[in-house]
C-alpha cells in the first residue's frame, strides 16, 4: 500500500512543521493547511487502491449498484460525495462555534470587562495570592478557553508580583489552573468542545463526571507550591495598557455579564432546541454586537475606533482558526482512508484498556496538540449505539472512554511549558524557559495529572 505510505509520511512532515514552528520561523497554520491538501490528494490519487481494501464499507456498497468502469473521476467523486463533504460539514460547524466564541471573549476583553474580577484582587501575601489566582484561573477557564485566561491572568500578575521567577511560578500554577479548568466544561477547551459537538458528550455529564478530577488536578500543585513560595510582594505597579480607560465601570459590569451569559446560554441552548451549538454562539454574539453598537453611540470617535465590533472581528486570531481547519481537515482524510482504524486497532491489541489508552493520549498531549489528537481519537473510534455491553460499552455517548479522554487530553499538556496554548503563551509573555519548567513545575504537574485521574478511576 504506497499511497498509505505516502499519506503517513506527509502526515509526519506536515506535523514536524507543526511541531518546530518557533524553529523554522513558519506559522503552524501554514503547514497544516498544506498538510491537508496534499493528503487528500494523495487519498485521491490512491483512492482505487486504499478504498478496495475494504476500508470503506461505503465504497464496496457503491460498487455493487455500479455497473460501468471504475475510473479515478468515479474514483474521485465517490470520495468528494461520501468522505470530504460530510467531514466538511463537522469542520466548519467547529469554526463557526470558535469564531463565535473568540468573537465574545475579545469583545469582552476590548471593553475591560475582566477588570471587573481582577481590579478586587489585593493581597500581596503570596501563598493566599497563589490560590486566588489558581482558583480564579480554574473557574474562569471553564467559561472563556485556556488561552485567553492565561493572557489576563499574567497580566494580573505583572502588577502584584515583583520578583521574576516568583512571577513564573505563579504564571505556571496559573497554566495548569486554566487546563484543568477547561477541561470540565463543554465549552471551556477545544478538546471538549470537539467531543460536545461530535456528540460523544453532553454538556451537563462532563461538568458532573470531570469538575472533581480537574480540581483535584489543580489542588495537588497549588498544596505543593504553598510550601515553597513565602513571604509578601509589594508589587511592581505596572499597569500595562489597561492605565487607558476606554470604558465606565457600569460598562464593564455590563459586558462582562453579557458575554459570560452568552457563553453560557450556549450548551442551555443545545439542550432546549437540540440544534448545533455553533447556533447559539452566533446568536451570542450578534446579541452582543447590537448591544455594544447601541452602547457606543454616547461614545467619542476614539473609543469607537477601539471598541466597534467590526473591527473587533476583522482581527480575530485568523491563523488559529485556519490552523484547527488544517488539522481537523487532515485527521479527516486519515479517518476516510481507514488510517486510524488500524491505529485504534493496534492500540486496543497493545495497551487493551480504555484507561490505559487515555492516559497515553493526555501524555502525549503533552507533546503534540491535544486537538489533534482528540480529533483522531473521534476518528480512531466510533460512538457505540447505547445498548451496547462488554468493552464496547465505554463508548457509548457519555462514556467512560470520552469522558475520560475529556480530562486527560485537557489537562495532559500542563506537564510540558510547550504542551498548550496556555503554556506556550506563559512561556512567551514571561519568558519561561522549557528546562525551568520542566524542572520545577512538570512534576507537579504531572502528580495533579495523575491524582486527578485516580479520582476519576476509582470515582466510578
Known amino acids: 500500500m504506497a499511497m498509505v505510505i505516502v499519506m503517513i509520511l506527509v502526515f509526519l512532515v506536515g506535523y514536524s512543521g507543526i511541531i518546530l514552528e518557533n524553529n523554522i520561523k513558519v506559522n503552524k497554520a501554514a503547514s497544516a493547511l498544506i498538510m491537508s491538501v496534499l493528503i487528500w490528494i ?61 468573537g465574545i471573549v475579545e469583545i469582552v476583553d476590548r471593553f475591560q470587562g475582566f477588570r471587573v474580577l481582577t481590579d478586587h484582587i489585593h493581597t500581596r501575601n503570596k501563598v493566599k495570592l497563589l490560590w486566588v489566582l489558581g482558583l480564579l484561573g480554574f473557574f474562569l477557564s471553564a467559561v472563556l478557553d485556556n488561552l485567553t485566561t492565561t493572557i489576563v491572568m499574567i497580566s494580573l500578575i505583572r502588577k502584584l ?6 512571577r513564573w511560578i505563579f504564571a505556571s500554577i496559573v497554566v495548569i489552573a486554566a487546563n484543568a479548568g477547561g477541561a470540565w466544561s463543554p465549552i471551556g477547551d477545544v478538546t471538549t468542545i470537539l467531543l460536545w459537538i461530535g456528540g460523544q458528550i453532553t454538556a451537563a455529564y462532563i461538568i458532573k463526571a470531570i469538575f472533581l478530577p480537574s480540581l483535584v488536578n ?69 446579541v452582543l454586537w447590537i448591544t455594544t453598537d447601541i452602547m457606543l453611540r454616547a461614545h467619542p470617535r476614539e473609543d469607537k475606533r477601539v471598541l466597534s465590533v467590526s ?18 481537515t487532515a485527521v479527516a482524510a486519515l479517518a476516510s482512508s481507514g488510517l486510524l482504524d488500524l491505529v485504534a486497532m493496534k492500540m486496543d491489541s497493545e495497551v ?42 465505554s463508548f457509548v455517548v457519555n462514556g467512560n472512554f470520552w469522558t475520560f479522554l475529556a480530562y486527560t487530553a485537557g489537562t495532559g499538556g500542563s506537564m510540558l511549558i510547550i504542551g498548550s496554548a496556555a503554556g506556550v503563551a506563559a512561556m512567551s509573555m514571561e519568558n519561561i524557559s522549557f528546562g525551568w519548567y520542566f524542572k520545577r513545575m512538570s512534576g507537579l504537574a504531572f502528580l495533579g495529572y495523575l491524582s486527578g485521574a485516580a479520582v476519576f478511576y476509582f470515582g466510578l
Not at 508580583?161 to 516568583?166: G, S
Not at 473591527?311 to 481537523?328: K, M
Open 42 to 102: 494523495v487519498y485521491v490519487a490512491g483512492g482505487s487502491q486504499i478504498l478496495s481494501v475494504g476500508y470503506s464499507h461505503a465504497w464496496h456498497n457503491y460498487l455493487s449498484q455500479f455497473n460501468g468502469p471504475v475510473t479515478q473521476e468515479v474514483v474521485t467523486n465517490f470520495i468528494v460525495n461520501h468522505e470530504l463533504l460530510p467531514h466538511l460539514s463537522d469542520t466548519a460547524s467547529i469554526l463557526l462555534f470558535l469564531l463565535g466564541a473568540m
Open 218 to 286: 489543580i489542588l495537588v500543585p497549588l498544596i505543593i507550591a504553598s510550601f515553597f513560595i513565602k513571604g509578601v510582594d509589594e508589587g511592581s505597579g505596572d499597569a500595562g495598557d489597561e492605565s487607558k480607560e476606554f470604558t465606565a465601570p457600569w460598562e464593564r459590569r455590563f459586558i462582562l455579564a453579557l458575554g459570560v451569559g452568552a457563553l453560557i446560554f450556549v450548551p442551555i441552548f443545545k439542550t432546549f432546541t437540540h440544534l448545533p451549538p455553533y447556533l447559539g454562539m452566533m446568536f451570542g454574539l450578534g
Open 311 to 328: 473591527r473587533i472581528v476583522r482581527q480575530l486570531d485568523a491563523p488559529t482558526i485556519l490552523y484547527y481547519a488544517g488539522i481537523l
Open 352 to 393: 487493551g484498556n480504555i484507561y490505559g489508552i487515555d492516559m497515553l493520549i493526555g501524555m502525549l498531549s503533552s507533546l503534540i496538540d491535544n486537538a489533534s489528537l482528540v480529533a483522531a481519537s473521534m476518528g480512531m473510534y466510533n460512538i457505540a449505539s447505547p445498548d451496547t455491553t462488554g468493552y464496547l460499552s
Open 161 to 166: 508580583i515583583n520578583k521574576a521567577e516568583d
